[in-house]
Each structure stands twice: as structure tokens, then as C-alpha cells.
């Protein structure tokens, strides 16, 4: 039976529909009266029980009610923030020991993981201090020591860090929970490997394809929390929770562990990650922007926009929708008008790879 919440309004007609019409119950007597003062006494505990029924209710809850809802039930975990990884490039003659620090012009610290000496030249690889997206920083912005290390003359990223992700979202929480719910894991099921793959922090989404090189063999396809193309590093680490190749042995031409059920895998699958490959939509228009907005504001607002709409398909659609790219720049804070569209060249839908992903190229506006 459901909850039905009942105003003050309510509660106190339903006291005196209950009362007998031999009686005066015009507003003001003390027949009246009575019912409207038990009904705010009772309206106070209606509001109770609606926040008791709210708690039971999965699209009601954030925050840590939803996480302890979805542990409980389905002994589903939230994903912890990840910390961005980084290598750094270092010039000198020095010894870097695990816990060194170093940190971007902003302020934003990171730490070797690793020890590793350093003669005339090498890398170190190192992590950032507070995980998160803060933690992805451009290249050649981790240029500086809070401590000064013996012998190091330089220090850079040549390339920019990755994989620091938000905690995982309420949103994806509860739809990882639906799917617990609506579509059960079990026995090695094409949901169980799912399951497996994003439980993995820093796994947006993933595609199983079955069979996919004979017998027993199993491909997952995966992207990352921001619906990009996963690093390997995600991709190692998903290959190791779910089936770790272990070490190669080259005379016996196999992994010692891979298809041993060492992961989450059944024994006997041979479950092989990768990452999906990133299919770039490149966007053309003419567009007529508001009076305020300078065109370079529209093409920085359009992209978003853009980035947004293919974010929002990654893995459940399998094109790029002419329409809806057109929708996207219409819709766009600063867009009066636009004309002229085109996405890669045409003026069509994009077809999406089974193993594809679409992600933003250029937007080129005119």
C-alpha cells in the first residue's frame, strides 16, 4: 500500500466528515475548532512519514543516503575520487624517493610513487596529492620543487596528466543500481562483465562483445568517467580486476594467469580490455550570434554544448545525429541562428563503431 501525505487542509476535512452532520461544524464553532488544532499536530507527523517514505524511494536519496541505500541492498560501492597520474621528465644528478613532492606554478602537488635515480637525465613517475579532476594539469605545467631536491636542475611533464576523476556522481550511482536491479549478474553473464568493468573507479561505461575471438573468449570495451577513450593505465587496471594476464612465457606462448580465474572471471574465460577508440566529430557552421556575445564566446559555448550532447550518447547510441547537433548549437547560450552545418564534411547522421566512441574534434564557426 502507498503513502498518500495529507495537508492540515485534509486531515481536518476528514476529521469532520467524520463527524456528525447533527453537530454544528461551520468554521469558528468548537466542533470545528478541535479537528483544525489535531490536524496540525497530525500534519507534523505526516511530514515524518513522508521523509520515512522518501528514504525508501532510491530516486529520492543523494548523497551518503544514496550510497548507504545501494551498499546495503546491493552491496554496491560508490567509486572513490582517483588520483591523476603523471611522468616527469628530470635533469640532474639526484636520488627521487617516494613521497617527493612537486607541484604546478597554481599549486596543484604531486608525489613520486617510485624511486629512481637520476644521472645527467630521467622520468619518475608520480601522483597526484587530492584526487579528483584537479589533478589533471597541462603539459609542462609541474615545473617546481616545495622542497628543494639535492641535484635536480629541471623538472617537466611533457605530456599532460590523466585519469583523476571526480567521485562518482549520484546519477551514475543509482544507474549503476537500476542495473543491478533490472538486468541481474550472474554466472559469468554478459551483465556480470559489466558489472565487473565499472565497479573499476574511472570506468564510465563499458561494451561486452561475446565470443569475439572463438571459444570461451570474452572483449570488453571500455571508456572513462568523462566518456573519453580510456588510458592504458584504466585498461591495465581493469584487465587486472577482472582476468590478470599475470607474466608472458615466451617458450610456452601464454600468460601465466590469464583465463585461471584470478579475477572476478569465471575459470576457463579468456577476458581481454581495451579501451575504445576515439571516433572525432568535426563540426562546420555559420552561425549569427546575439548582440553581447562575441563569436569567439559562441564557438567556446557551441563546444561545450557540443561536448555535452556526445557525452550524453557515448555507448548507448550508435550514431551522431545531424538533428541533434543541430539542436545542440541551437540551443546555445549567445546562438541566434545558424546555417550551413556540417559534421565531418556531410550534412548525415555519423554511424558509431561497435568499438568506437564519438568524441569532440574541431568546431569551426564562421
Given at each position: 500500500?502507498?503513502?498518500?501525505?495529507?495537508?492540515?487542509?485534509?486531515?481536518?476535512?476528514?476529521?469532520?466528515?467524520?463527524?456528525?452532520?447533527?453537530?454544528?461544524?461551520?468554521?469558528?464553532?468548537?466542533?470545528?475548532?478541535?479537528?483544525?488544532?489535531?490536524?496540525?499536530?497530525?500534519?507534523?507527523?505526516?511530514?515524518?512519514?513522508?521523509?520515512?517514505?522518501?528514504?525508501?524511494?532510491?530516486?529520492?536519496?543523494?548523497?551518503?543516503?544514496?550510497?548507504?541505500?545501494?551498499?546495503?541492498?546491493?552491496?554496491?560501492?560508490?567509486?572513490?575520487?582517483?588520483?591523476?597520474?603523471a611522468v616527469?621528465?628530470?635533469?640532474?644528478?639526484?636520488?627521487?624517493?617516494?613521497?617527493?613532492?612537486?607541484?604546478?606554478?597554481?599549486?596543484?602537488?604531486?608525489?613520486?610513487?617510485?624511486?629512481?635515480?637520476?644521472?645527467?637525465?630521467g622520468t619518475?613517475?608520480?601522483?597526484?596529492?587530492?584526487?579528483?579532476?584537479?589533478?589533471?594539469?597541462?603539459?609542462?605545467?609541474?615545473?617546481?620543487?616545495?622542497?628543494?631536491?639535492?641535484?635536480?636542475?629541471?623538472?617537466?611533464?611533457?605530456?599532460?596528466?590523466?585519469?583523476?576523476?571526480?567521485?562518482?556522481?549520484?546519477?551514475?550511482?543509482?544507474?549503476?543500481?537500476?542495473?543491478?536491479?533490472?538486468?541481474?549478474a550472474t554466472?559469468?553473464?554478459?551483465?556480470?562483465?559489466?558489472?565487473?568493468?565499472?565497479?573499476?573507479?574511472?570506468?564510465?561505461?563499458?561494451?561486452?562483445?561475446?565470443?569475439?575471438?572463438?571459444?570461451?573468449?570474452?572483449?570488453?570495451?571500455?571508456?572513462?568517467?568523462?566518456?573519453?577513450?580510456?588510458?592504458?593505465?584504466?585498461?591495465?587496471?581493469?584487465?587486472?580486476?577482472?582476468?590478470?594476464?599475470?607474466?608472458?612465457?615466451?617458450?610456452?606462448?601464454?600468460?601465466?594467469?590469464?583465463?585461471?580465474?584470478?579475477?572476478?572471471?569465471?575459470?576457463?574465460?579468456?577476458?581481454?580490455?581495451?579501451?575504445?577508440?576515439?571516433?572525432?566529430?568535426?563540426?562546420?557552421?555559420?552561425?549569427?550570434?546575439?548582440?553581447?556575445?562575441?563569436?569567439?564566446?559562441?564557438?567556446?559555448?557551441?563546444?561545450?554544448?557540443?561536448?555535452?550532447?556526445?557525452?550524453?550518447?557515448?555507448?548507448?547510441?550508435?550514431?551522431?545525429?545531424?538533428?541533434?547537433?543541430?539542436?545542440?548549437?541551437?540551443?546555445?547560450?549567445?546562438?541566434?541562428?545558424?546555417?550551413?552545418?556540417?559534421?565531418?564534411?556531410?550534412?548525415?547522421?555519423?554511424?558509431?563503431?561497435?568499438?568506437?566512441?564519438?568524441?569532440?574534434?574541431?568546431?569551426?564557426?564562421?
Amino acid at each position: 500500500m502507498s503513502f498518500e501525505y495529507k495537508t492540515k487542509e485534509q486531515l481536518r476535512q476528514d476529521m469532520l466528515d467524520n463527524i456528525s452532520n447533527d453537530y454544528e461544524k461551520s468554521k469558528g464553532n468548537l466542533t470545528y475548532d478541535i479537528p483544525a488544532a489535531a490536524a496540525i499536530v497530525l500534519n507534523k507527523i505526516y511530514d515524518e512519514l513522508q521523509k520515512l517514505n522518501d528514504k525508501v524511494d532510491v530516486d529520492k536519496l543523494n548523497g551518503t543516503e544514496l550510497t548507504k541505500y545501494v551498499r546495503q541492498r546491493k552491496g554496491i560501492k560508490r567509486k572513490e575520487a582517483t588520483k591523476a597520474k603523471a611522468v616527469l621528465d628530470i635533469v640532474g644528478n639526484a636520488t627521487i624517493n617516494i613521497g617527493d613532492l612537486f607541484e604546478t606554478q597554481a599549486g596543484t602537488q604531486f608525489y613520486a610513487t617510485e624511486i629512481v635515480i637520476i644521472e645527467g637525465a630521467g622520468t619518475v613517475n608520480v601522483e597526484a596529492v587530492i584526487p579528483g579532476t584537479n589533478g589533471n594539469v597541462g603539459a609542462n605545467t609541474i615545473t617546481l620543487m616545495p622542497v628543494t631536491l639535492q641535484g635536480v636542475v629541471s623538472l617537466t611533464n611533457t605530456q599532460a596528466s590523466y585519469d583523476g576523476f571526480a567521485e562518482e556522481s549520484d546519477e551514475s550511482l543509482r544507474e549503476r543500481y537500476y542495473e543491478a536491479i533490472q538486468r541481474p549478474a550472474t554466472s559469468g553473464n554478459i551483465y556480470h562483465y559489466m558489472g565487473w568493468a565499472k565497479e573499476v573507479a574511472g570506468v564510465g561505461d563499458a561494451k561486452i562483445l561475446s565470443l569475439w575471438n572463438g571459444d570461451n573468449t570474452v572483449k570488453i570495451v571500455i571508456i572513462n568517467s568523462d566518456k573519453q577513450p580510456a588510458s592504458s593505465t584504466l585498461v591495465d587496471t581493469v584487465q587486472e580486476y577482472i582476468d590478470p594476464k599475470g607474466e608472458y612465457i615466451e617458450a610456452e606462448d601464454r600468460w601465466t594467469l590469464w583465463g585461471t580465474g584470478s579475477g572476478q572471471a569465471p575459470i576457463g574465460a579468456y577476458c581481454t580490455i581495451s579501451s575504445a577508440t576515439g571516433l572525432n566529430i568535426n563540426v562546420t557552421a555559420d552561425v549569427q550570434e546575439e548582440e553581447g556575445y562575441t563569436l569567439e564566446e559562441v564557438k567556446t559555448n557551441i563546444e561545450n554544448s557540443i561536448y555535452g550532447y556526445l557525452k550524453e550518447i557515448a555507448f548507448k547510441q550508435n550514431y551522431v545525429s545531424y538533428a541533434l547537433i543541430g539542436s545542440a548549437i541551437i540551443n546555445t547560450e549567445g546562438v541566434a541562428d545558424y546555417q550551413n552545418l556540417l559534421i565531418n564534411g556531410v550534412a548525415t547522421n555519423i554511424s558509431i563503431g561497435v568499438e568506437q566512441v564519438a568524441i569532440l574534434g574541431t568546431v569551426t564557426i564562421t
